[in-house]
């Protein structure tokens, strides 16, 4: 996206229109299309979070040929546009019930993306709206608190198992860290993904993921007797984000 496409003293306004559109939203309620006006104003609050990220390396988020497909199916699909389904082959199997999985190479901005993604739509109150967790800090909550609890079903010291998710999207998949106590990060993720799995089904809550391996990578590093991970996959969104490093 071109810098000087929505001037500094406008970024107010824009995002005070995208914000009155996201309060209309709910996680189940789906409309038809998205219209070029509407895009243009999300797409700008977009590139306003994802600039804002990016500050601290003193870059500027930008919207290419490698990255804009993704985000306009992005973009419709937190909108509950069911145009978001049209974006892609159909073939591609990409329904706005699924969650998403950004597969990709090392540098191809999946996590700047997905941070964007949830400043925007914080900022805009959607109920889409998801936190960041990193695979490296999943790991140090359970180093601490031995359970998931808080980035699962998150009943902390609540009684009668009162449950309160909250969607989420974890990060950096497959890197392998640290043994806690004979426990690896495959099988904490592992873990996590299959309790995410009966949230999303039960509680309406999303659980995205972004990932270096491919979609046939990401199914064989999960591979068991069992199936019990990749047989979930087939809830998510498995998008390819191509494009060289941005590092």
């Known amino acids: 996206m071109k810098k000087n496409e929505y001037p500094e003293k406008r970024i107010g306004q824009v995002i005070a229109e995208a914000q009155a559109m996201g309060q209309s939203l709910t996680t189940t309620k789906f409309f038809d299309f998205m219209s070029d006006f509407s895009y243009a104003r999300h797409l700008a609050c977009l590139c306003e979070a994802g600039t804002q990220i990016l500050a601290r390396e003193n870059k500027t988020f930008v919207v290419d040929e490698s990255n804009e497909q993704v985000i306009r199916f992005l973009i419709h699909y937190f909108n509950r546009c069911r145009s978001a389904e049209t974006i892609y082959p159909a073939d591609k199997g990409y329904k706005l019930h699924k969650n998403i999985a950004l597969c990709g190479d090392v540098g191809a901005g999946k996590t700047v993306l997905m941070q964007a993604f949830s400043v925007y739509l914080r900022r805009i109150n959607s109920p889409m709206q998801f936190l960041n967790l990193s695979v490296g800090q999943m790991v140090n909550y359970y180093t601490l608190h031995n359970n ?89 969104n498995l998008i390819h984000l191509s494009g060289e490093s941005r590092r």
Do not use: V
């Open 148 to 236: 998931l609890d808080k980035y699962t079903y998150n009943e902390d010291d609540s009684k009668a198992f009162q449950y309160s998710p909250i969607n989420i999207c974890l990060n950096d998949i497959g890197l392998d860290l640290t043994n806690f106590y004979g426990t690896g990060t495959k099988d904490l993720c592992s873990e996590f993904l299959f309790a995410r799995a009966e949230i999303w089904q039960f509680y309406d809550k999303y659980c995205h993921m972004t990932t270096n391996l491919s979609a046939t990578q990401l199914k064989e590093y999960f591979k068991d007797d069992y199936s019990r991970i990749n047989d979930r996959f087939k809830y998510y």
